[in-house]
């Protein structure tokens, strides 16, 4: 395992529902990312906090609200969902600039219906 | 600018053949060439990477090939196997300032026994 977890691993919700993701991380990374995973499509960057501090937000719809109470957990609050947001939706943690590896999560399968 | 683009989409190759995917950048500010290998229900994970002061770098069955002149790079997995099976992706980024990592649209190998 990565020491990167995520909550739940399959979601199905309909396009009024509102659900969260979670992620948590044991590896003491003071980054945390949020990537969007489409088929045939490279990995989309959401949403990056460092130090529980938003850094990255990548023109990313509102229906998508991310949270970080401390630097080991991140949640993405998502509400009022389309179809095209059906997806993989994978949590990453690092130390941060200047080591850029990122760890991976195994992601949350998410359907909207 | 900050694409990075990479072929071929999917590749077959043999038990014990070379596998070969390529990527190419344009923004030559990119200093840091990651490549991450993903299987089926997990989330990608860092395979090796490479900066641009070196044009190769091996690890085991896996090398990149890093062309600066002409703003390429390659994963080649020599003596491939089955289990190598998994989609790859190569990605870029300014290491020492941006969280941000630029991932291609990924290649999916298949190794036939």
């Known amino acids: 395992e990565t020491g990167v977890t995520q909550t739940p691993r399959h979601l199905v919700m309909g396009m009024t529902n509102k659900k969260s993701l979670k992620c948590e991380q044991h590896?003491?990374?003071?980054?945390m990312y949020w990537y969007k995973q489409s088929a045939k499509k490279p990995l989309e960057l959401m949403f990056v906090?460092?130090?529980?501090?938003?850094?990255e937000n990548n023109s990313v719809p509102s229906r998508f609200s991310p949270e970080c109470p401390n630097s080991s957990h991140l949640f993405l609050h998502l509400h009022t969902l389309q179809p095209e947001d059906s997806a993989l939706y994978l949590c990453a943690s690092s130390q941060g600039p200047p080591y850029d590896e990122q760890y991976f999560g195994p992601g949350t399968r998410l359907t909207v219906t | 600018q900050q694409q990075v683009k990479q072929s071929p989409q999917s590749l077959i190759v043999q038990k014990g053949g070379i596998s070969i995917i390529n990527c190419a950048y344009e923004?030559?500010?990119?200093?840091?060439f990651p490549w991450y290998q993903q299987f089926p229900g997990k989330g990608p994970a860092l395979l090796i990477a490479i900066r641009p002061d070196v044009s190769e770098k091996k690890e085991g069955r896996f090398t990149i090939s890093f062309n600066k002149s002409a703003k390429q790079f390659s994963l080649h997995i020599m003596d491939s196997q089955p289990g190598d099976s998994a989609t790859y992706f190569c990605a870029a980024s300014i290491m020492d300032s941006s969280y941000k990592l630029i991932f291609g649209s990924g290649t999916r190998l298949l190794v036939r026994p």
């Open positions: 906090y460092s130090l529980e501090e938003r850094v």
């Open positions: 590896l003491g990374h003071n980054a």
């Open positions: 923004n030559t500010a990119f200093d840091y």
